[in-house]
């Protein structure tokens, strides 16, 4: 069962779509169950988020947790996006099933791939940030938030 806000985020997504020539963009996914989650960033010169745009290809919740990520994010610092975590994200939506945490995990790893490409480009470091993975099925867990 799904909460109010994973519904409305899921029927009337934000930020749904591309940003040409982005800072930073990053695609992740999920083998396992074949969602894949890109995320774009346009940052600016004092590296707060100025847009953020996502594409999802997945359930429900991918695209639900993709939305509220980015809305999570959307003027916020280059280091403030680096403390959004799945955890956040599913606080943020009230909860998912623990068969959907994974795809609060593809959200925060998304960010992360789009931050990693902004740092590479850019040649910026940013304090905490891994490189990200291209599928986080290895590590999924099945913890309910």
């Known amino acids: 069962m799904y909460t109010e806000k994973v519904m409305d985020h899921f029927e009337h997504p934000r930020n749904v779509g591309e940003i040409e020539n982005p800072s930073g963009m990053g695609t992740v996914g999920n083998a396992k169950c074949g969602d894949i989650m890109r995320i774009y960033l ?19 919740a991918a695209v639900a947790t993709s939305s509220m990520a980015t809305e999570l994010i959307k003027g916020k610092t280059v280091q403030e ?12 939506l009230d909860g998912l099933p623990p068969v959907k945490i994974h795809c609060s995990l593809l959200a925060e790893e998304a960010i992360h791939a789009a931050l990693w490409d902004y740092a590479q480009k850019n040649g910026v470091s940013i304090e905490g940030l891994k490189k990200p993975k291209n599928d986080i099925s290895e590590d999924e867990t099945e913890e309910e938030y």
């Open 42 to 60: 346009d940052i600016d010169e004092n590296q707060r988020i100025r847009d953020v745009k996502f594409k999802t290809f997945g359930c429900g």
């Open 81 to 92: 996006a680096m403390a959004v975590t799945n955890k956040a994200v599913c606080e943020a």
